[in-house]
């Protein structure tokens, strides 16, 4: 399946190709377009708009808070693995600034880094899974720890 964004992705157009592949479809293509082409070109190619206004695959608020593309993904296709979650409550923070994960500030920044080095869209994908696998074992082991903050947070 062809699955369509925006360009210039950094945090939720990246978490949420990660989440696709890794729970919903191991074989998904995805095009980074300019926003005004995202729903056209969806249409045009049979696939799936996301992170882009009017797709289904959004920004959303429910019962007075807010969330991101990676929660309506995760909704959607009723992903409920424990870590995935707790995965989203630092996509949620990095990404759009809601809630509290300490954490975030760290994706934000590799998230931007790795924007700003990557020659596309395609190759940033590629450079960032990795960080949202090793920030996924993460979030297994807190989850299996009762969901106590990681060691640096503890030092403080």
């Not at 590629?126 to 990681?150: N, S």
């Amino acid at each position: 399946m062809k699955w369509v964004t925006r360009e210039k992705a950094r945090v939720d157009r990246i978490a949420c190709p990660w989440a696709i592949r890794k729970f919903i479809d191991r074989d998904a293509e995805f095009l980074y377009v300019p926003k005004d082409k995202v729903m056209e070109l969806a249409a045009k190619e049979n696939g799936i708009p996301f992170d882009t206004r009017g797709a289904e695959l959004d920004h959303y608020e429910e019962d007075g808070k807010a969330f991101v593309t990676f929660d309506a993904v995760i909704r959607k296709y009723r992903l409920r693995d424990p870590a995935l979650l707790e995965l989203a409550k630092i996509v949620r923070v990095a990404d759009g600034g809601y809630g509290d994960a300490p954490e975030a500030a760290g994706l934000e920044a590799a998230a931007t880094g790795f924007q700003r080095i990557a020659k596309d869209d395609i190759e940033n994908q590629r450079l960032q899974f990795p960080l949202y696998d090793a920030l996924y074992a993460y979030c297994r082991w807190k989850v299996e720890q009762g969901g106590q903050p990681g060691p640096a947070a503890r030092a403080r």
